[in-house]
């Protein structure tokens, strides 16, 4: 078996990245189009971000907290980019985004329906000019459907795709997921469809137009809720910490603490009657025999494993849970898994300073190549280094002079 320290070669630091020469023209801002680009960044490509004149991208000022001059939220999308400061709305920054869109291998970006197209910088605009570019559009609906016009939201993708049908509570309100989920899966669906068209080109030699909307994504991520839905055409409920079709799978209070006990199959939870909790009579209960029997009474069972685990603290569970190799983990705050030895010991965080010389520290790029990535750089202050990329793609140019 094949292991890396934490994530790198020996000569990570000079791996150009799987996606080096790749140019990434980046029209996005907030969170899905720019986690997009991120993790296109952190593979190696060279993405130039596109910022407005005045404040730029929005998340800049979506603090406190902030890491130096930046909001923490604009440093945990924009790592390994350049920023150039480009007012669309002129045609001297129109021209400008039609020649560099000429140069670049991708373009993202997320404005509204039509918005690009009345500036001419839409798919049908620039694929005469640069037929091999794949341009992917970002929206909270689509570019068709009854819904294409309308702005999308995180927030609101939430709601109407269900999810926050079945999060919380059952004696509660539906509750939105405490992380932007919809923007960061549809991030995620945009890396893989870019990476995929890439890969379509260099068959082809064609580029193309992707078109990828929050509320198809989030619902793509329902998964085996939607399946469910399907299936029985009844509609889904809240189990809180529960998990609808596993039993035992939720959290459970020790007398110091909470922790999550996750049993996936019957012979895991023989192993957790008989050398956990010692307690023969839950194993043979038939009441609780198969993964059926346990979801029939699941009130029954949480209630009986509930006042076992209330006995001991939790370091005496995990000890015990782990020496079975049971799965179950303490639940942390935040701050608590940053800390983690686990964070440390797989260089999970990384540390800058702002242009002004403030700190920043961000989580990095999660997956381990063996042959390495190049080392993440600092999120830009905005118009920094955008200029000088920008020659560097229009250097061949006429006029290329004249570029910022």
């Known amino acids: 078996m094949t292991v890396f320290d934490g994530g790198a070669a020996p000569d990570a630091a000079r791996s150009p990245g799987p996606l080096h020469g790749i140019r990434v023209l980046d029209l996005s801002r907030v969170l899905a189009g ?16 596109i910022e407005s004149p005045g404040d730029g991208d929005e998340t800049r000022s979506w603090g406190p907290p902030y890491m130096g001059d930046l909001a923490a939220y604009y440093t945990c999308a924009n790592r390994s980019k350049h920023s150039l400061t480009v007012d669309l709305k002129s045609a001297e920054g129109q021209r400008l985004i039609r020649d560099l869109a000429a140069e670049a291998d991708v373009l993202i970006e997320n404005f509204k329906l039509g918005t690009l197209d009345r500036f001419g910088l839409g798919y049908d605009d620039l ?31 939430q709601g109407e795709t269900g999810l926050m049908s079945v999060t919380g509570f059952p004696d509660g309100p539906p509750t939105k997921v405490g992380v932007a989920v919809s923007d960061l899966f549809s991030g995620l669906y945009a ?24 509320f198809d994504c989030q619902l793509a991520a329902m998964a085996n809720v939607a399946a469910g839905a399907l299936a029985t055409g009844a509609e889904s409920r809240r189990y809180g910490n529960a998990h609808p079709n596993v039993v035992p799978y939720e959290v459970f209070e020790t007398s110091d603490g909470p922790f999550v006990l996750a049993i996936g199959n019957d012979r895991q939870f023989r192993t957790l009657c008989e050398s956990v909790l010692e307690d023969l009579a839950m194993r043979d209960d038939p009441a609780f025999r198969t993964n059926a029997d346990r979801v029939a009474n699941r009130v029954l069972l949480s209630q009986r494993l509930a006042a076992r685990f209330r006995e001991r603290p939790r370091a005496h569970w995990m000890e015990r849970l782990a020496a079975r190799s049971l799965p179950a983990g303490a639940v942390r705050s935040v701050v608590q898994a940053l800390a983690s030895d686990q964070v440390a010991g797989r260089n999970l965080l990384h540390s800058f300073e702002t242009a002004s010389g403030g700190p920043i520290r961000v989580v990095g790029y999660p997956v381990k190549f063996e042959d390495g990535l190049p080392p993440p750089a600092r999120p ?3 118009g920094e280094g955008g200029g000088e990329i920008a020659k560097q793609w229009l250097g061949h140019r006429p006029g290329a002079g004249r570029t910022p």
């Open 127 to 157: 694929k005469p000019v640069n037929p091999a570019l794949i341009y992917c559009s970002v929206s909270g609906y689509g570019r068709t459907g009854p819904e294409a016009a309308r702005a999308g939201y995180d927030f609101v993708i």
């Open 34 to 49: 720019p986690w997009c680009t991120q993790c296109l960044a952190d593979l190696g490509a060279q993405v130039l971000k």
């Open 380 to 382: 830009p202050a905005q």
């Open 191 to 214: 890396s893989q469809a870019i990476l995929a068209a890439l890969l379509g080109r260099q068959r082809t030699g064609r580029g193309q137009f992707l078109d990828v909307a929050l």
